[in-house]
């Protein structure tokens, strides 16, 4: 029972001054959990990474949602610009600034109707 003690006595834990001598790092309970810290430090440059591209894709989305913006007010002032030039009045009086000859119907167009012809077999 005596050599049980002097055995555990013996072995000293991890202290400041082991710290402050860099002794912790040779130390067995310590290099055992290296490759677990280098798995964890591993996870933390994986995080790091994921956020810095999720956020850059963040970014890039809201640019692409600005540019949709703009181009559905383009589009908008497009179509209300098409409205406005093709009345049938603004292109009568384009049509007569030209001096194209050309005037209106006066007349509706006649309906020409083709009877349907059966086929013999």
Do not use: W
Request: hydrophobic letters at 35%; charged letters at 30%; zero cysteines.
């Amino acid at each position: 029972m005596a050599n049980k003690e002097k055995d555990s006595g013996t072995r000293k834990k991890p202290g400041v001054s082991s710290f402050l001598r860099g002794t912790i790092l040779t130390d067995e309970r310590v290099t055992r959990q290296f490759p677990f810290v280098l798995f964890l430090v591993f996870l933390g440059f994986m995080m790091i990474t994921n956020r810095y591209r999720s956020e850059k894709t963040i970014r890039g989305i809201e640019t692409l949602q600005n540019q949709i913006d703009e181009l559905r007010s383009q589009s908008i002032t497009n179509s209300a610009r098409l409205m406005n030039v093709s009345r049938p009045s603004d292109v009568v009086k384009k049509v007569e600034q030209a001096g194209l000859g050309l005037r209106e119907p006066v007349r509706p167009p006649k309906k020409i109707e083709v009877s349907k012809i059966r086929k013999e077999k």
